[in-house]
């Protein structure tokens, strides 16, 4: 099964995620593109199961065993994809041009969801001998929340959860994101939360009268500018990762220009590095911003958790998927990303996971979205070999 034909199919299924907007419509969420992958599994003959995360969206799974394998290699690729507003090609009508594919979620992930899906039809169909049990998990909302990421790995470490095909932890995670066909072995998490001053609201022709949380939320501002300045230096970088990061992305206040505000908020977004622990990081900020400050505040609590993939243990996997890797595509490397994956979820379980896929990042999530054809049946091998070598 050509892995291209796959990715047709994919990319023309819309699975859009309304990233917290109140948006509705055929092309949002994953549900049809959950049905597709469902009729896909069942053509195939394997056991297949579609777990609701949130309504309307489902992690979809399906199992091939051996007898006798020793490991589980769990391949995971999410469903969903980035707004497609402002795109200058047609999202959902894939075409192929000069050896690539266009269209939304070509290359973050359809491209790696195609690539998966063919070396599993592949492995089905071939049965190689010294095989590992193989599960292929198709999860929902991994752009913006990860409720699809974090659903999947209670699977095996949540006894409430007992009774699906991943009942025991996989043995190691393939997590599809495009890299160039290099293996993330780390990367780094997001915290993000709100700030929120107070003040008391009144006329503003009598200012005098109130308290402007827009001015009390301006010292604060510029105090996190400079501890932005200072991070680097209190918290050591990530040898593959670099350091940590903070940014302040919005900021709301006030209600019309003629009321002095009562209340201003700011969201943060704090990129944490392996080895960091994420609950130290909000309490780093705030006696920051106390000692420096005279100026109440208040920290909300935060709705990513920054967890992040450490190198850890998952390097003999990782050696072992860039042998595979240099057999069909020449050599690559291990690499740290800065951006986020699937795989901080599944390795917070203590299963080694990396990421590998089709694609570059530098194509996702863009204007003209596309992946290299030849790049997209590499991965797909690569995949098979992975799996058919037990
Ligand atoms: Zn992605």
Redesign the pocket.
């Known amino acids: 099964m050509d892995p291209l034909e796959i990715l047709k199919d994919l990319v023309a299924i819309p699975s859009v995620s309304p990233m917290g907007r109140d948006v509705s419509g055929p092309e949002y969420l994953e549900t049809r593109l959950s049905e597709y992958l469902v009729g896909f599994f069942n053509r195939l003959g394997v056991e297949c199961q579609r777990i609701e995360v949130l309504p309307g969206r489902a992690n979809v799974i399906a199992r091939l065993d051996r007898t006798d394998a020793r490991t589980t290699v769990l391949l995971d690729?999410?469903q969903d994809t980035v707004p497609v507003e402002g795109m200058t090609i047609e999202p959902f009508q894939p075409v192929v041009r000069e050896g690539r594919l266009y269209g939304r979620g070509a290359c973050?992930?359809k491209g790696?969801m195609a690539a998966i899906l063919g070396a599993f039809a592949r492995l089905v169909a071939d049965r190689p001998r010294r095989a590992a049990n193989v599960v292929v998990s198709c999860t929902c909302d991994?752009?913006f929340t990860a409720q699809g990421a974090k659903a999947l790995a209670r699977l095996w470490s949540d006894p409430a959860r007992a009774g699906s095909l991943l009942s025991a932890a996989p043995t190691v995670a393939v997590i599809?994101?495009?890299t160039d066909l290099n293996v993330i072995v780390a990367h780094r998490g997001a915290i993000r939360w709100k700030l929120r001053t107070r003040g008391r609201a009144c006329h503003s022709s009598r200012p005098q009268e109130g308290v402007n949380a827009v001015y009390k939320m301006a010292e604060v501002l510029l105090c996190l500018e400079r501890y932005a300045d200072e991070l680097p230096r209190m918290v050591p970088a990530h040898p593959l990762c670099g350091p940590p990061t903070i940014s302040v992305g919005r900021i709301a206040g006030g209600i019309s220009v003629n009321t002095v505000p009562d209340e201003c908020l700011i969201e943060i977004d704090r990129r944490v590095t392996p080895g960091e622990n994420p609950q130290t990081v909000i309490p780093h900020v705030t006696t920051y911003l106390r000692e420096r400050l005279d100026v109440d505040f208040e920290m909300l609590p935060p709705w990513l958790d920054g967890l992040t993939l450490s190198d850890q243990n998952n390097g003999p996997w990782a050696d072992r998927l860039l042998t595979h890797i240099a057999a069909v595509a020449g050599p690559r490397q291990k690499q740290g990303a800065w951006y986020g994956?699937?795989a901080s979820r599944i390795a917070a379980t203590g299963v080694p996971s990396v990421v590998f896929g089709p694609g570059s990042i530098h194509q996702?999530h863009t204007v003209d979205e596309w992946i290299d054809v030849n790049e997209l049946r590499q991965a797909s091998d690569i995949y098979y070999r992975f799996c058919a070598d037990g």
């Open positions: 690729a999410h973050d992930v790696g991994e752009e599809a994101e495009p994956t699937n996702a």
